[in-house]
């Protein structure tokens, strides 16, 4: 394992914000985890996946470690099911790729997120109505103050929309190892329920889809909506969908008749923060380098050499006109560092 100093980490986030770490090493076993934090290092520690959801927004005087640990095994399985787990630093859609090419079902709607594994319990990764909750069994965990592990059940991760207890109560206290799965082998419970899947398989003319079939109807409509990172420096969502309650959402269908929700319970409904944002005509619309990408308002992008700071100023521009529109507050779904 080798120490890097100021240490740009452009190529280590896909907003490709240049900033500089004092120091940063790549991890790519537990061994090497377990020993650096062994260590009493003089600068405090800060944890980068596949840098897919944060916007960085200044240099980190930090000992930035690159969780990048593979692996992927099959620890049991009967007629119908199967237990598969993925180490941390394994690429997410290369593990759904992995998953269905061996007809394991369960995370074929996950399919293309950006970034890595072990950052996926911390966000509870969704799309097209399915979430990580609904498959995951476990996640391994290293304690960064006593190098113990820990072993975390799908309710001890206390997931809701977007968030688990890894980005509240025990937040900056552990590194994701190892993340299991329980997935499908046969019999395989599809959800096309969202307008645009089961578009795009009509389009296509297929009726019985399979697994893979909805996999490839979910990369077609991704990237027809999202740009690539690798060619537009983005985070993807970078705002979550707002929650209201429903006498909220009544009093905007009186004035906005065309708005759309998806209903949630009795009393509440989530309205499409990417609508609010169109509403607001920011859909498309750059300053310098920071903007909105053209297709998907929900998008912020980097469309060259913007700082951290400007695209996170364009967010809060966004943020301030929502509340006076809607009387919405539209929080984040990126980390902001």
């Known amino acids: 394992m080798k120490i890097e100093y100021n240490k740009s980490l452009k190529a280590y986030n896909t907003f490709g914000i240049d900033v500089t770490a004092a120091e940063f090493a790549t991890i790519t076993s537990e061994s090497e985890l377990n020993n650096i934090l062994s260590k009493d290092n003089k600068n405090p520690l800060f944890i980068l996946s596949g840098g897919s959801n944060m916007l960085l927004t200044r ?12 692996g992927i095994e099959v620890i049991d399985e009967s007629d ?3 237990l598969v787990s993925a180490k941390a630093g394994e690429n997410w859609h290369n593990f759904v790729q992995y998953c269905i090419k061996n007809n394991y079902g369960g995370l074929e709607n996950l399919s293309l997120i950006p970034g890595y594994v072990g950052s996926a319990p911390i966000q509870n990764i969704g799309a097209y109505g399915v979430e990580l909750k609904d498959t995951m069994v476990q996640c391994e965990a290293i304690s960064i103050s006593s190098g113990k592990k820990q072993v975390f059940t799908n309710k001890d991760c206390k997931f809701g929309y977007r968030n688990s207890i890894f980005k509240n109560e025990i937040k900056g206290e552990y590194i994701i190892t190892k993340v299991t799965f329980r997935l499908t082998k046969k019999d395989h419970i599809l959800n096309t329920s969202y307008g645009a899947i089961e578009s795009a398989l009509l389009d296509q003319e297929i009726h019985k889809p399979t697994i893979q079939d909805v996999s490839e109807a979910v990369i077609k409509i991704r990237k027809s909506k999202l740009p690539d990172p690798l060619e537009i420096g983005n985070s993807g969502s970078f705002f979550k969908n707002p929650v209201i309650t429903t006498s ?8 906005h008749p065309s708005i759309p929700s998806y209903t949630i319970d009795g009393e509440h409904l989530k309205v499409p923060a990417g609508w609010l944002i169109e509403q607001c005509n920011f859909k498309g619309k750059r300053w310098g380098d920071a903007g909105v990408h053209e297709k998907q308002a929900l998008v912020l992008v980097n469309y060259n050499n913007a700082s951290g700071k400007e695209i996170l100023d364009l967010s809060r521009r966004i943020q301030i006109e929502i509340k006076e529109k809607f009387h919405i507050t539209l929080e984040t779904e990126v980390n902001i560092i």
């Open 80 to 82: 119908n099911h199967v």
């Open 248 to 255: 909220h959402f009544n009093t905007l269908r009186d004035q």
């Open 59 to 70: 240099d980190l005087d930090s000992l930035v470690l690159h969780i990048a640990i593979k």
